[in-house]
């Protein structure tokens, strides 16, 4: 089992930016690929980024790439999500998900076993 707890949500300007952590626990995280969704207001979930156990391979949504950068720390139990230049469309409500799978990166949010309870992020237009 797989605890994970986001944090570094806000209100933000747009060009901003910010930086969210996602705390696990278990020492299984480091085997795990891991995941940033968002939902906006009305909006399915959304795919945004996620990245692989060996913290080098990462995917991005285009919606989303070459602004937002995704990272882990395994000896810490973190993974975050540096975004910059921010939008109003990236408001939203953002959670890590974790994928026990040893597959190649997954973007669908079926596909992840555990989730955070999600930290909301708020670009002003």
């Known amino acids: 089992q797989v605890q994970l707890v986001e944090s570094g949500g806000g209100l933000v300007q747009a060009g901003g930016s910010l930086r969210l952590s996602c705390a696990a626990s278990?020492?299984?995280?480091?085997?795990?690929?891991m995941g940033w969704f968002r939902q906006a207001p009305g909006k399915e979930r959304e795919f945004v980024a996620a990245?692989?156990?060996?913290?080098?391979?990462?995917y991005y949504a285009d919606s989303v790439k070459g602004r937002f950068t995704i990272s882990r720390d395994n000896a810490k139990n973190t993974v975050y999500l540096q975004m910059n230049s921010l939008k109003p469309e990236d408001t939203a409500v953002y959670s890590c998900?974790?994928?026990?799978?040893?597959?190649?990166?997954?973007?669908?949010?079926?596909?992840?076993?555990?989730w955070g309870q999600g930290t909301q992020v708020t670009v002003p237009s």
């Open positions: 998900a974790a994928d026990r799978a040893n597959t190649p990166i997954r973007t669908m949010s079926y596909e992840y076993d555990y």
């Open positions: 278990g020492r299984t995280f480091r085997s795990y690929t």
């Open positions: 990245i692989f156990w060996d913290g080098v391979i990462t």
